[in-house]
């Protein structure tokens, strides 16, 4: 069954094609240029964007494919970008006359490991969404099934990472320039918190500690390129090493076999091999995205999560379909 899924949650219009967890096509038009100026994401200009590509994505991800089924994010999200998508998908659906689903745009995150790979991870697993708005750790029953172990007091992990390289004058969105930067450096050159040192317990993510800490080394400071570098590396390190503190505390109480890990963030090379390290010491396998382009939002992810649902025959009534901001994995 080919499936169109749509994902407008943010800043990216995001359409595919798939047929269970095997991706057809896979088209992304990121307006992450546009928002630059502005060092984030404007909702109002996210929308605009997203009425004026949605069409020509739509188009080039069906190609010469047969459609089956529509699926689309409902949330969470922006609300008014989230709109747009749904808008879209409903129009579609009920123009060809096929059944539409939505799905939770972290539960694509969550399953994103599996498209493309013809192997089933054991259950229970857990999950890590690490990305620009999320930072969750995720328990997974089995597919559709989830509760969150853990996440973010205050920012998410790829937020934190843009924001420390913006105090370095590295531009938005910065952490993919900040860990290229981060490579050239010392991560000890400079003296960070570690986040949440001693209430590991509490179970939660914070990097607002980190991030002050970080603007007091870097205000009005003249850096020179090695600076740069060095406090690239020491930023990238702590946060990193929160992260897995963190999650080796949480995932140290549950007995699982898999982890699926998602997510932009996820994409940071150093990042993946302390992840790797970590679930090796626990005796966990990982599992992660066959290709880039399914890491940062992008709409096969949404496809497979609706190949799931759509072979339990879990399709939605159009109606019922809406935008869903804060919509948890907990609620799926
Ligand atoms: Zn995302």
């Known amino acids: 069954m080919n499936i169109l899924a749509v994902d407008t949650s943010c800043d990216e219009t995001a359409v595919a094609v798939t047929d269970g967890t095997k991706v057809i096509t896979n088209v992304v038009w990121s307006q992450a240029s546009l928002h630059a100026k502005w060092g984030g994401v ?19 991800a069906i190609g010469e494919n047969k459609i089956d089924a529509v699926a689309v994010t409902e949330g969470p999200g922006l609300a008014i970008a989230l709109g747009v998508g749904i808008g879209k998908a409903k129009e579609l659906a009920r123009k060809w006359g096929v059944p539409i689903v939505g799905v939770n745009h972290i539960e694509g995150h969550i399953l994103s490991a599996l498209a493309n790979n013809e192997k089933v991870p054991n259950f229970p ?13 995720i328990y997974v029953e089995r597919i559709g099934r989830y509760k969150i172990l853990a996440r973010t007091t205050d920012d998410a992990l790829g937020e934190a ?20 930067m981060a490579k050239l450096g010392n991560p000890k050159a400079y003296p960070l918190p570690l986040p949440m040192a001693g209430r590991e317990d509490r179970g939660e993510f914070s990097y607002s500690g980190l991030k002050t800490a970080f603007w007091r080394l870097t205000n009005n400071k003249d850096l020179s390129r090695q600076d740069v570098y060095d406090l690239a590396a020491s930023f990238q ?7 897995i503190r963190i999650s080796k505390n949480v995932l140290s109480d549950y007995q699982v076999k898999d982890i699926l890990v998602g997510g932009g963030v996820a994409a940071n090379v150093e990042l993946r091999k302390r992840i790797r390290k970590m679930a090796k010491e626990l005796g966990i396998k990982t599992w992660f995205p066959y290709s880039k382009k399914l890491y940062g939002d992008n709409a096969a992810m949404i496809g497979v999560v609706a190949g799931f649902k759509a072979k339990e025959g879990r399709f939605d009534e159009p109606e019922n379909i809406d935008r869903k901001p804060r919509w948890t994995v907990n609620d799926v």
Do not use: C, N
């Open 237 to 243: 390190d702590m946060a990193f090493k929160h992260l």
């Open 42 to 60: 404007v909702p109002s200009l996210a929308q605009r964007q997203h009425e004026e590509r949605i069409d020509w994505v739509i188009k080039r």
């Open 125 to 137: 697993a857990v999950a890590m969404a690490i990305s620009g708005k999320h930072t969750e750790l």
């Open 161 to 180: 990472l843009d924001k420390a390289a913006r105090m370095l004058g590295l531009g938005y969105p910065g952490g993919a320039v900040l860990e290229k």
